[in-house]
């Protein structure tokens, strides 16, 4: 059972038996991940002090203005756990292609690769408004002992032995699942310590709050505007109330909590939808499942995606059960 003031580390090896590969691999990566959103958490909350927001002069390979802090996380991230040897392999938002890790000692004999959104929401920095960044981890599918490729990264949602993200707000947490429910810890900034506060975390059934840019409104499909009228009509336990920060990190987290659906469906303007699989919709939709709640690109299920490049994007629908099913409704109904 765990104590009230277990610590994130303690619970890592408390729970290492649940990995299916327990080598003591994964537990040191959850480790690095901690140790790096320390040191991003630290940088972020001096944000506004120092000459780290704004832009960076640079564009990723989405095309967006890369911010200074973007980067910053980005770097922090990689020689984090590039340094400790951990795994073979690393894909970031941030980064055109994956990078290949190696060092003298191993051969490429390390079993995981990991993909990494390592500032979400980075536009609202200079606003003070919470950021996160996201993580996921597979098993690679190539031989160990040889370099990964492309393929150990273009793997299905379902194939994730670990996710999370971490939100930098008015707390830091650091929320993760291995495939057996999803814990939430928060960190102590005078000790610079994790500890469980949020243990098996769980979408409810129902919520009552929807997520979307209804700026984009006009752009949507016809099922999405029909359920975003539904969710405002008066009727029953509706109009249910909009809230939309724009960190995905901080939609779902808020959503988690209180009960409600996250979407960002395809449009004119993002015909295949704006988001990334691997990076942002395949993680989160692992911890949404895991949470008991379901995540969906309005017809079909995101763990079930195979996808075919790295920075891939889909539509996304996400959130407490009964309200995604509801979407799901509307999309075979009223179609696109």
Not at 289 to 314: C, F, N, S, W, Y
């Amino acid at each position: 059972m765990a104590g009230k003031n277990q610590t994130l580390g303690e619970f890592i090896i408390e729970n290492q038996n649940d990995f299916k590969y327990s080598s003591g691999e994964l537990s040191r990566l959850l480790n690095s991940i901690r140790l790096a959103g320390k040191v991003v958490n630290h940088e972020v909350n001096k944000a506004g002090l120092v000459d780290i927001t704004g832009a960076a002069g640079d564009t990723n390979i989405q095309g967006e203005d890369q911010q200074k802090l973007d980067v910053y996380a980005n770097d922090v991230f990689i020689k984090t756990i590039t340094n400790r040897n951990i795994v073979c392999g690393i894909a970031s938002e941030e980064e055109d292609d994956f990078i290949i890790i190696n060092s003298q000692d191993n051969k490429h004999q390390n079993k995981y690769v990991i993909l990494m959104d390592p500032l979400d929401g980075s536009s609202n920095i200079d606003v003070n408004v919470s950021v996160g960044t996201i993580f996921s981890i597979f098993r690679r599918v190539t031989p160990v002992g040889t370099p990964v490729e492309l393929k150990d990264f273009l793997q299905s949602g379902d194939k994730q032995v670990a996710a999370g993200y971490i939100v930098y707000g008015t707390s830091t947490m650091l929320v993760y699942t291995t495939g057996n429910g999803v814990n939430g810890f928060t960190m102590n900034p005078a000790l610079g310590s994790w500890y469980l506060s949020h243990p098996n975390m769980k979408f409810p059934e129902n919520g009552n709050i929807y997520s979307v840019n209804e700026g984009n409104y006009l752009d949507f499909p016809a099922g999405i505007k029909m359920y975003i009228k539904y969710c405002q009509a008066e009727e029953g336990d509706r109009p249910y109330t909009s809230r939309y920060i724009g960190s995905l990190v901080s939609d779902f987290h808020r959503n988690m909590i209180k009960g409600g659906i996250y979407m960002y469906p395809k449009g004119s303007k993002n015909p295949k939808g704006k988001l990334r699989l691997l990076y942002e919709c395949s993680p989160m939709a692992f911890l949404a499942e895991q949470a008991g709640g379901l995540a969906t690109d309005g017809t079909k299920r995101i763990m079930e995606i195979e996808p075919t490049e790295l920075h891939e994007r889909v539509p996304f629908v996400c959130g407490s059960k009964n309200m995604v099913k509801k979407v799901t409704e509307f999309m075979q109904t009223f179609g696109e």
